[in-house]
């Protein structure tokens, strides 16, 4: 039975916006008022639904999966649930829960559509609470694009450098070997890593270190085209992909970004200079390349550079391009 103060809750619920309802109630005397416990579900979605559920007293939870802790949404008297479910005759989408001992009042497929023949106004209402169910939607689907956004850009960003991360090199590069050669350009690779780095440390400590990596990655920055494509592929070695750029050209990219960070050295902060060198291993890509492949080819030539001495470029495939340092 609807007792007076659910009357005054369905005269303020938006369902019923407009109606009348203490005769619409007093015409329906067959509507019966369900009771749930706190923790009781009243919607999951593994069981088909007919009801529309106007809440009454207490509060109902929306959880998206039964182990949510957050709900997505917390319905409080007035509102109603198992409206689209109801009219598509789908299992609910979501788990609606009673956070508290809640008194519900259900209408059923057949009562509602009566009701709606009846007085149009709860089909407009009816119409806006789906429109309103909807704009919530959109809106909880955006938050969670721009989360995922967040979290990417986090996974593709490298924090100590602000390069871009290894994850976000093998994101790109199919794609990128894949356009290069579609539109017939070369595409080069190179591998940079700091010579005797682990000497920084054991010298003057991890932050230093740190410090030093900051450098280099601003000087790997600010001599490369901002087409090229640089990144931390870990600890001290840096990456970075070349476009329409040929072994030769990519020899010659490497060897004056290895001059300018042999002749800037790192300032400390006790005001003494760091000299910094870096070896840099080159390997064009074949078209089809793999990532594998050609970091495997660009760090046997950085391999061959560091044998030789440090402080140069050797390119794979290539006799060494012996300069002088
Ligand atoms: N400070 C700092 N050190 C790092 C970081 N990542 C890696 N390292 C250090 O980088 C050093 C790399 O040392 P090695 O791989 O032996 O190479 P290396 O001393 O540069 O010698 P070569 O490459 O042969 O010239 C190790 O001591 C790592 O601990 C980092 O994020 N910060």
Redesign the pocket.
């Known amino acids: 039975m609807l007792e007076e103060d659910d009357l005054v809750i369905l005269g303020s619920a938006p369902l019923f916006e407009g109606v009348e309802v203490r005769g619409w109630a007093s015409r329906h005397t067959d509507l019966r008022v369900v009771t749930l416990q706190g923790g009781q579900a009243l919607l999951d979605p593994l069981h088909a639904n007919e009801h529309i559920y106007v809440l009454l007293s207490g509060e109902l939870e929306v959880l998206l999966r039964p182990t949510s802790e957050t709900p997505v949404a917390r319905l409080t008297p007035g509102s109603c649930t198992g409206d689209i479910s109801m009219i598509d005759d789908k299992p609910p989408t979501a788990y609606v829960v009673a956070a508290s001992d809640c008194r519900v009042l259900p209408l059923n497929r057949a009562k509602m559509w009566a009701l709606m023949a009846e007085d149009h106004r709860l089909a407009y209402n009816l119409l806006q609470v789906l429109a309103q169910r909807m704009r919530a939607n959109n809106e909880l689907i955006l938050q969670s694009l721009e989360l995922q956004e967040r979290y990417r850009a986090q996974a593709e960003t490298d924090a100590?450098t602000g390069l871009h991360s290894r994850a976000w090199l093998e994101d790109i590069f199919p794609r990128q070997v894949d356009l290069s050669s579609r539109i017939g350009q070369p595409l080069t690779l190179l591998m940079i890593?700091?010579?005797?780095?682990?000497?920084?440390?054991?010298l003057h400590g991890?932050?230093?270190?740190?410090l030093?990596?900051r450098h280099v990655a601003g000087l790997v920055r600010a001599n490369l085209r901002s087409a090229d494509l640089s990144a931390r592929y870990?600890?001290?070695e840096f990456t970075a992909l070349l476009v329409a750029t040929d072994l030769e050209q990519a020899i010659n990219t490497a060897e004056r970004l290895r001059e300018r960070i042999q002749e800037t050295p790192l300032h400390l902060p006790n005001g003494q200079l760091l000299p910094l060198t870096v070896?840099i291993g080159a390997a064009q890509a074949r078209a089809n390349a793999t990532l594998a492949e050609l970091l495997a080819a660009a760090d046997r030539a950085l391999y061959q550079a560091?044998q030789a001495g440090?402080n140069r470029v050797r390119a794979a495939g290539r006799t060494p391009v012996v300069l002088p340092q």
């Open positions: 100590l890593d700091v010579d005797h780095f682990k000497r920084v440390n054991d991890h932050p230093i270190g740190d030093a990596l870990g600890g001290e070896s560091k440090r």
